[in-house]
């Protein structure tokens, strides 16, 4: 029997109408979460992002700042931007499009971003708490992911999860994040040697690689749930996964589709998290 799909634009859709609801509890109180957006430099597909990032902001009702910086402009006066909204009441996320031109120290920008407007959850603070458990921002798309299988019933516990990928970003912050709902975790990248004889156990397989089809039928197990992260771009301008989606539908229990999977949920979350966010400083403005 074919795999059932798992529909991310459906979820992606219903969570943000709980979005607007939250949002006018916070407008009764005279809050309007407020998200800040750097772009730095002029990379196409940066650009392109923050326009999806921008509209799906203003569709649900939080006000987005974007800034256009140069690419030559210095660390110190990347910082010193930061350092301002940091301090801004107004703003409650602060988020910095990577990639970021070579001459800027990524760490330190990271670093410089409050812990607490982290809504991207690259801050050293928020990736040590997915460690602990003690984090207050999760990053986007592995969150996505998590709302994804809980929203699909799928259990988590004591599942055998296998994550291909182990990237800042998706891989290894998804691990953590399953490891913390007490699935036993795999985590295989470029390096691991022979790949299949790790996939074939899961339960949960999480591919976040950036090869189109790296995933073949023969290296799933009858009735896994495959998530799929990959965005890849064919040469004929199709957008495809890292799965080979027709084959390993045929033997997986759940898939993702890509588009309209994983994708349209990170975005989801960071919307989420700078509501959370907002909600959060308005909560200690009251006490
Ligand atoms: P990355 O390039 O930073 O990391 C890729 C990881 O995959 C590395 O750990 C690498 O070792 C591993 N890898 C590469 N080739 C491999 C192979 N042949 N076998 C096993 N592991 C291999 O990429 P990233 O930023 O983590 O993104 C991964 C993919 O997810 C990309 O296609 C990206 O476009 C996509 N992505 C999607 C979303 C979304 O919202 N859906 C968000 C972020 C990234």
Redesign the pocket.
């Known amino acids: 029997m074919p795999a059932r799909i798992i529909d991310g634009r459906a979820l992606a859709k219903a969570m943000r109408g709980g979005f607007v609801t939250r949002i006018e509890a916070l407008g009764a109180e005279g809050v309007t979460p407020g998200l800040a957006v750097l772009l730095i430099g002029d990379d196409p597909a940066s650009a392109v992002y923050v326009g999806r990032k921008v509209k799906a902001c203003a569709a649900v009702g939080i006000a987005s700042f974007t800034e256009r910086l140069p690419a030559s402009i210095s660390n110190a006066e990347l910082l010193g931007r930061i350092v301002e909204l940091n301090a801004d009441p107004a703003i409650h996320g602060i988020l910095v499009q990577l990639p970021l031109p070579a001459h800027i120290d990524m760490a330190r920008v990271l670093e410089t971003i409050s812990a607490d407007k982290d809504v991207d959850g690259f801050h050293l603070y928020n990736v040590g708490g997915l460690v602990t458990g003690t984090t207050v921002f999760s990053p986007?798309?592995p969150y996505?992911v998590v709302k994804l299988l809980e929203y699909e019933n799928i259990p988590i516990e004591g599942q055998n999860v296998v994550v291909?990928?182990?990237?800042?970003?998706?891989?290894k912050p998804m691990a953590l994040m399953l490891m913390a709902r007490d699935a036993t975790v795999s985590i295989?990248?470029?390096?691991?040697r022979d790949?299949a004889q790790y996939t074939i156990l899961a339960d949960i397989l999480v591919v976040?690689?950036?090869?189109p089809r790296?995933i073949v039928p023969q290296m799933i197990k009858h009735g896994a749930v495959v998530i799929d992260?990959?965005?890849?771009r064919l040469p004929d301008g199709s957008i495809t996964?890292?799965v080979d989606f027709e084959g390993v539908s045929q033997k997986a229990s759940a898939i993702t589709p890509?588009p309209g999977?994983?994708?349209p949920?990170?975005?989801t979350m960071l919307l989420d998290n700078t509501i959370r966010s907002a909600e959060r400083a308005h909560a200690l403005h009251r006490h």
Request: proline content about 0%; glycine content about 22%.
């Open positions: 986007c798309t996505g291909v990928g182990a990237s800042n970003i998706v891989g295989c990248h470029a390096k691991t790949l976040a690689a950036g090869v790296l992260v990959g965005i890849n996964g890292d890509v999977g994983v994708g949920m990170t975005v």
